[in-house]
């Protein structure tokens, strides 16, 4: 199982970015300009440079626990987790400060002109470690077994040149820039508890609706198992023995 599962939470997010809109512009969107000399606080680079799909099961006919990956171009991710990274993974991307703290920070767009733009949480620490704070729902498939729908999870770095910010141009504004951001999102179901049971009767809901115990049931077995049905990662007959599913975008 990999090590990143130990961080996730389930949590709500609740929180607004109060920005002071100042006169640079990116296309016909007003940008903010980060307004606090933290040393930190300002625009990074980032681009995504890999997609990958994972599960984490026993396949048919094993009997042990498997991870399998396959790599995915970026225009094949779900359409949730797509909309999701684009409205705040931007190049550039702005980086900025929780006020009055050491080790807590946000990543917004700057091509987003609302109050209260859409973001992410993460904390760092004094080598500019980043690490996205898990958010999640947590939905009962059995009264032993525990969907975790986590939005998101990751690990990463900001990246500061040696030489110090440097100008570059965006939709023709000159922008500065402070370095780069490395991080790594992932989005999925994970399964706690005993779930052969609950997750045989989603598995058998799917194959014949007839079989479907709520007339609910067949619409979440396709939200949580269809697109990596649709990718092969896994079969009917494995959805049973399934422990982890997820999707992954590495930023550089």
């Known amino acids: 199982m ?9 949590g709500a997010l609740a929180l607004t970015l109060s920005l002071v809109t100042t006169g640079c512009r990116f296309g016909n969107r007003i940008q903010e300009k980060p307004p606090v000399k933290d040393g930190l606080t300002g625009f990074y680079e980032t681009l995504p440079t890999e997609a990958n799909v994972f599960a984490s099961y026993i396949p048919e006919g094993g009997d ?3 991870d399998k990956t396959f790599p995915l171009e970026l225009e094949q991710l779900p359409a949730a987790f797509a ?26 767009s700057p091509y987003d002109s609302s109050e209260s733009p859409p973001f992410f949480k993460l904390t760092y620490d004094s080598a500019l470690n980043l690490e996205l704070t898990a958010v999640g729902n947590e939905t009962p ?3 032993t077994c525990t969907d ?3 939005r998101y999870v990751g690990k990463g770095r900001i ?3 040696a030489t110090g910010a440097y100008q570059k141009n965006f939709d023709d504004v000159p922008v500065t820039i402070s370095g780069r951001v490395e991080l790594s999102i992932e989005s999925g179901h994970l399964f706690e508890g005993e779930c052969a049971s609950a997750l045989q009767s989603l598995s ?11 007339s609910s049931d067949y619409a979440r077995a396709q939200n949580i198992f269809g697109f990596y049905l649709e990718k092969e990662l896994l079969t009917l007959d494995d959805i049973p023995y399934v ?3 997820g999707v992954q975008v590495n930023y550089e």
């Open 2 to 10: 990999n090590s990143w599962i130990s961080y996730i939470f389930c």
């Open 64 to 66: 042990a626990f498997q």
């Open 83 to 108: 909309e999701d990274l684009m409205s705040v993974m931007r190049n550039p991307v702005i980086f900025q400060l929780k006020k009055q703290s050491t080790d807590t920070g946000y990543l917004f």
């Open 141 to 143: 498939l059995s009264d």
């Open 148 to 150: 975790i729908d986590f």
């Open 159 to 161: 990246n500061v040149p």
């Open 204 to 214: 058998d809901c799917l194959k014949n609706s007839s079989a479907c115990a709520k």
């Open 243 to 245: 422990s982890l599913l």
